[in-house]
Structures are given as C-alpha cells and as structure tokens.
C-alpha cells in the first residue's frame, strides 16, 4: 500500500468510524463497507483491482482495521464490526487523520510486542506484520461468509420450521416440549416447553418465535409479557434482535422472567448443544466445523 499515505489511510478510517458511530449495535462488514465507499471519493489507485483479485479499497480498510481492532477501538464478531467506548473516545480526541492511524498503530505495535513471537520477529519486521494481518483478514472473511450462509438460511426457513429448530433446541437443553403452535393464531405463544415430561415442576416456559428479520420493539416484549402467568417463564426469540428499549424493559421485570434470545445467541447454543440434538433436528441446521489456522486473539 506505498500509493496511500497513513494521512490517507486515517481520514478512511475516520469516516468508517464517523458511519459505525451512528450504528451502536454494529454494522456487517460488507454493509460497512459499502456505506464507507459511497461516502468518500476514492482515488483512481483505490478503484483499481489487484491481480491476485479484489478492490484495493477494501483491502486498505480491512488492513487498517486489523490495527484498530488489535488498539481496542474496533470488536469483530460473526461479521459484525462495532466501535468499542475506547474507539468513539479515540475518534474524539485524534482529530487529525494521520495522528489517528498513527496512534492505532502504535497500540497494534505494543499488543503485537506482547505475542509468543515477538523475539524472533522484532518490532521493525514489517513484513511478518503483513503476514499475519494477512491471516487476520482471511481468518475475518471466512467467518463474515459462512455467518452470511446461516444468516440467509434461517432468515428464509418456513416459519412453522423455524418453531420446530427451536423446539428441538429445546429439548436437546434437556426441557420437555408439550406442545409447538400449529398453523395458525397461536394467541402470542409458539413453544410450551416443561422441566419433567408430567409438567409436576414449575416453571412452565412459554416460547415466543419470530423469524422474520424486523428488530422486535418495547411493545413486541410488552405484549408477549402479557400473557405469561405467575408461574410462567418467557423466552423470546428474534432472529432480527431487539431495541435496547425492549431488552432494557425484559431486564426491569420483577414479577415475570423474560429471556431474549437474537441470532448470534441462538447459533451459540445450537452449536453448544448439537451434540445432543437428534438427527432429525441436525437436519434442520447442519453445520460442519472446519478448522485452520486461526490468526493471534
């Protein structure tokens, strides 16, 4: 990257920063991406293409997230890219561009002098530097591809066998289910779900299912709430999450225990529990692990 100066590289970085701020919950990469390229004017060298493939564009900004991501200012997680406090304060107090790059540089520098190599490579062995952001961003790609895969998947499964995934998480967690919600008004319920097969033990939990990808609001919780009795504990599951008011409102409940449950939870504790998922419910999400050689944490 000898055509782009840090200067350059920084005022980048500070207008993906300046989009990411206005999304607290985090953006896709690939959507990040874009918004960041329809939002600068791009030299004619970031135009163009590598030989090996790929815009340089891209590749500029994914190698000079590797450093603000390793500064602390930048989480990645299943694709997602989220400004961390310490990147808004970062993004606040170096206004000028190239002071900015500089500094994630420097906090990637002293992580980097951390890792079980930092003998043999040294501080001034640039090139094991591109290696290994190399491996950072194959290691990002990878991930970002496969959680678009699920992603899509889910989002696009029937709904009644959506209910049925959910159903069958369940009892692979070793609860009972009584009963899933045929087609039809369910009258706010989907799942009920048991700890002992006779339902002698309370609580009884009451599973609310919505696979459709619009965020879930304080109202969404509110209603489902509403029909949850004494004894009752409810879970909610959203593939499109919720608002911070409608998490903040199930949080607040002292006389009803709501759980929700996004996405990225839901995957967690599919793959948690596959193991002891039946064959049949593998078949609803079959995953196949895949191990390489993951870059530094």
């Known amino acids: 990257m ?19 701020k206005g999304h607290p919950e985090g953006m896709r990469a690939k959507e990040a991406l874009n918004a960041l390229a329809n939002s600068v004017t791009m030299t004619e060298y970031e135009r163009g293409n590598y030989e090996s493939g790929g815009r340089r564009f891209e590749k500029i900004v994914r190698f000079a997230t590797v450093d603000c991501a390793k500064a602390g200012w930048l989480t990645k997680n299943k694709g997602i890219w989220t400004l961390t406090e310490a990147g808004i304060i970062a993004y606040r107090d170096f206004r000028d561009p190239e002071a900015f790059y ?3 540089q420097q906090l990637y520098k002293a992580w980097r002098a951390t890792q079980p190599d930092a003998e043999v490579v040294g501080e001034a062995d640039d090139q094991s530097d591109v ?6 961003i194959t290691y ?10 699920i992603d899509h998947y889910l989002r696009h499964m029937p709904p009644y066998e959506f209910q049925e995934l959910v159903a069958s998480l369940l009892r692979a967690m070793g609860y009972h289910v009584s009963w899933v919600s045929p ?15 006779l339902g002698t033990r309370p609580p009884r939990i009451k599973v609310q299912v ?4 619009q965020t879930v609001n304080v109202e969404g919780v509110r209603s489902f709430i509403a029909v949850l009795g004494d004894e009752d504990v409810g879970l909610f599951v959203s593939l499109g999450g919720f608002t911070k008011d409608a998490a903040d409102e199930a949080r607040r409940q002292e006389s009803r225990r709501v759980t929700l ?3 990225e939870q839901l995957f967690d504790l599919w793959v948690e529990h596959y193991p002891k998922l039946t064959d049949e419910a593998r078949r609803r999400l079959p995953l196949q692990p895949i191990h390489f050689l993951a870059p530094e944490p």
């Open 210 to 213: 919505k696979r459709q990808g």
């Open 102 to 104: 500089r500094r994630a």
């Open 2 to 20: 000898a055509d782009v100066t840090k200067k350059r590289v920084g005022e980048i970085l500070r207008e993906l920063f300046n989009i990411l």
């Open 131 to 136: 290696g290994s952001k190399s491996a950072s």
């Open 140 to 149: 990002e790609q990878a991930e970002e591809q496969a959680w678009q895969e």
């Open 183 to 197: 087609p039809g008004k369910d009258g706010g319920i989907d799942i009920v779900a048991l700890l002992d097969p």
């Open 261 to 263: 449950i996004d996405l």
